[in-house]
C-alpha cells in the first residue's frame, strides 16, 4: 500500500489512519533516512490519541513512553543504538505487550532482538515536501490492518 504525501499533516493523516486500522496496537517499523518524516507519522497517532504536546524523536533516550488515557504509546528511535544487546538493558520486553502501540524508528538497530512488526512504512523524501510512504504487513494482524485501509 503506498501514499504520496505533500505536508506534514498528510504523514500526520496517515499516521492516525494506520493507529486506527490496527485498532490501536501493534508493532509498526518505521524506516526511512533522517528527515523522511518517521517522527512526524508518529505525531500524527500521538494526535489520534489526543495528544497535543511535542513529539520528538527519543533519540538519547532510545524510547518516550506515552501512557494516555486512551491508549499505550511507546516510541522508539534506535539510531543511537550501539549494539542490539543494548535493548535488554532498556527492559523492552515490557513494552511490547499486546494493549500496546510500538512505533520504531531505526529498528534496523534492534535487528534481532525486536519482535516481528506488524507493519513496516518505509518512507522517501521525493521532494522539499513530499514524502512517498509504502505500507507492508509482516503479520496476520498487519495484513488485516492493510485490508481495512484498502476499503
Ligand atoms: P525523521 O523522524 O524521519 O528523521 P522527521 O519527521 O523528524 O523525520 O522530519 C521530517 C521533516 O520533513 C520535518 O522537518 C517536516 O516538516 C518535513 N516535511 C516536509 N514535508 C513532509 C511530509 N510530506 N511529510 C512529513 N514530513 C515532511
Ligand atoms: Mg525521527
Redesign the pocket.
Known sequence: MDYV????E??EAVGAQLFNALKGSGIVFLN?D???????LCRGVLRALGYTGAVK?PTFTLVEPYELALGHVYHFDLYRLGHPDELNYLGVDEYFHDQAMCLV?WSQKGSGLLPKPDLEVT?MVTG????RLSVSAQTLKGQAALAGLRI
Open positions: 504525501t505533500q505536508s506534514d498528510a504523514t526511512g533522517l528527515g523522511a518524516g518517521k517522527t512526524t524523536s524508528e518512507m522539499d515536501t513530499e514524502r
